[in-house]
């Protein structure tokens, strides 16, 4: 159980999931694994999200009794520093969007790519049943984001229907839960990272209210379904959320071509910095995902060490 002496570590432990959840293809819950706190996190989410789930079917006594076991110090002081560091870095990265759109895209890119390459490794099983999902859901992910606009263009949040707020923060919750896969990343893949990222920086309440209201309404409703999912087809969920990140990298496309926004064209400007960034992009994920490991590894160690020794 958390106590007060932990609430300013916590506060910074969220502050850096925060930092990289608003970075498409950088997995909180990755950041959160490097913390140690992934596993405890993920109780509090369950925990919380069976009390959501209780209260809206009028079950108030039992969401009270589960709300009780909720470690609020630990995930209140998390939450805050989430928060603080999505508003602290919102106005930045917007305005690189706005100002560098392809160096930007190939950033993206990059983290996304570096977050597939990832997520194969969370596989279980690496058989032809899998890889064909993988095919499969990504060439389907690939046709239909053709048909899309850009998942970068700059579009007025006051544009943009309350229902795909409210959506977006649903599905987007869910990244909490799926290992390796970035909130972020989601909003991308659905074409509301900029909205999002606007409502946040131009203090678009109503919109960010709604957003949120659709992560709690997401989190007591898919949270336990999702885990379900995981727990019984944990290798086809992995290997359907592989192809949507490959898939989803015609969006990310720096180069888009003609009226199409999305239709894949040749470079022609800023190659060495957008590449560049690409390929940074890609290190600073795997880099991230191999010290999770480690230190999991290492964290396994020392509890094994702890039983033995009592």
């Not at 678009?204 to 898919?222: E, P, Q, R």
């Not at 015609?250 to 071509?257: A, K, S, T, V």
Request: aromatic share 6%; with cysteine; net charge negative.
């Amino acid at each position: 159980m958390a106590d007060l002496r932990e609430v300013p570590a916590n506060f910074l432990r969220g502050a850096a999931m925060g930092s990289a959840d608003i970075v498409p293809g950088v997995s909180g819950g990755t950041v959160a694994l490097v913390l140690a706190i992934y596993h405890r996190l993920i109780v509090a989410i369950r925990t919380g999200s069976s009390a959501l789930g209780r209260l809206l079917r009028m079950d108030v006594r039992g969401a009270i009794r589960l709300l009780g076991q909720v470690e609020w110090l630990f995930l209140i002081p998390l939450g805050a520093g989430i928060l603080t560091a999505v508003l602290l870095l919102a106005s930045t990265i917007e305005h690189q969007l706005e100002q560098h759109p392809v160096q930007m895209a190939g950033l993206f890119l990059g983290l996304v790519a570096g977050a597939a390459v990832v997520a194969t490794g969370l596989l279980t099983r690496r058989d032809a049943r899998e890889w064909a999902l993988i095919a499969g859901s990504g060439l389907a992910f690939f046709l239909l984001l053709g048909l899309t606009d850009s998942a970068l263009v700059a579009r007025d949040p006051g544009e943009v229907p309350a229902w795909q707020f409210f959506l977006s923060g649903a599905i987007a919750i869910c990244a909490m839960i799926l290992p390796g896969v970035s909130g972020s990343f989601l909003l991308v893949a659905m074409g509301m990272y900029q909205p999002v990222l606007s409502a946040v920086t131009s203090g678009d309440y109503a919109s960010l209210a709604v957003f949120l209201m659709g992560c709690v309404v997401g989190l007591a409703l898919f949270s336990q379904l999702l885990h379900w999912a995981l727990s019984e087809h944990y290798d086809t969920v992995m290997a359907l959320m592989i192809g949507l990140l490959v898939g989803s990298l015609r969006i990310l496309w720096p180069w888009p071509d003609g009226g199409n926004s999305v239709a894949l064209g040749p470079p022609d400007e800023a190659v060495a910095v957008t590449v560049g960034l690409a390929v940074l992009g890609f290190v600073v994920v795997l880099v991230v995902d191999r010290v999770a490991h480690r230190l999991e590894r290492r964290t396994a160690r020392d509890e094994a060490d702890e039983l033995r020794a009592s």
